[in-house]
């Protein structure tokens, strides 16, 4: 990006001289093409225009999200492209989120996220991740090669609404069952939404385990995890 805040396309566009709905826009196609810079230059013109941070999160960056899942899901975009508008995403959140919770703007939920013990794979989980925060989610990455401690500790120091587990092995799927089971054990499995997922997972593998929802790619996770949440919470 230039100093002159040109966009590398074939006309220069100058973000500052766009009106609201056209700087929305704008930002919805920076998104698409994973243009952080743009999307922090955005975000920060539309809170100079007295936009509330949570609008700003909602029509710019989350409404981009939904375009880009949908997208996703349909096989227009790959994982590069998903990974690069997550990352310009989080460069308009790293803007919003001091203010969000200064202004105690809730998240839709909470979630933990991790892959599980013997299995180092993560790149669809950080998709995950990153789609569910691009969602309005808190989202808590605890990274790779979890054990029943591991998810448990996490659960604990952050209450999520949401687990999700992650696998890319067969020889580690099976210990998904392992920390659902214990969870029934301890008598907190009902407290919590659990989402698995994974290459080699399907649903009937995710009914067999206990797990609440089998989600397929990061753009199913997106839909299902608000949902959910948004059921129970109806539920009381």
């Avoid at 994973?34 to 013109?45: D, N, P, R």
């Avoid at 605890?142 to 999520?160: C, L, R, T, W």
């Avoid at 067969?170 to 969870?183: F, L, R, S």
Wanted: glycine share 10%; with cysteine; charged share 25%.
């Amino acid at each position: 990006m230039t100093d002159q805040n040109t966009h590398p396309e074939d006309e220069e566009i100058i973000l500052a001289e766009l009106d609201d709905g056209e700087l929305v826009e704008q930002m919805h196609e920076d998104l698409y093409d994973g243009l952080k810079e743009e999307i922090v230059e955005g975000t920060s013109i539309l809170l100079a225009r007295n936009w509330s941070a949570d609008k700003v999160l909602n029509e710019a960056l989350v409404e981009g999200m939904r375009i880009v899942g949908i997208d996703f899901r349909d096989g227009i975009l790959f994982v590069p492209e998903v990974l690069l508008a997550a990352n310009a995403m989080k460069g308009g959140m790293e803007l919003l989120r001091p203010l969000l919770s200064e202004t105690g703007v809730k998240p839709i939920g909470k979630m933990v996220i991790g892959t599980v013990k013997g299995d180092i794979h993560d790149i669809g989980k950080n998709l995950v991740g990153m789609m569910l925060e691009g969602a309005g989610f808190e989202v808590f990455d605890i990274g790779i090669n979890n054990s029943v401690e591991d998810y448990f500790e996490a659960m604990e120091k952050h209450q999520p609404d949401i687990l999700g587990m992650s696998a890319l092995l067969t020889t580690t799927m099976p210990y998904m069952k392992v920390v659902i089971d214990e969870m029934v054990k301890q008598g907190i499995r009902d407290d919590y939404i659990v989402l698995v997922g994974g290459a080699p997972l399907n649903e009937e593998f995710g009914r067999a385990v206990g797990a609440d929802a089998y989600c397929r790619d990061a753009a199913q996770a997106a839909d299902v995890a608000p949902a959910m949440v948004r059921a129970r919470q109806a539920r009381g």
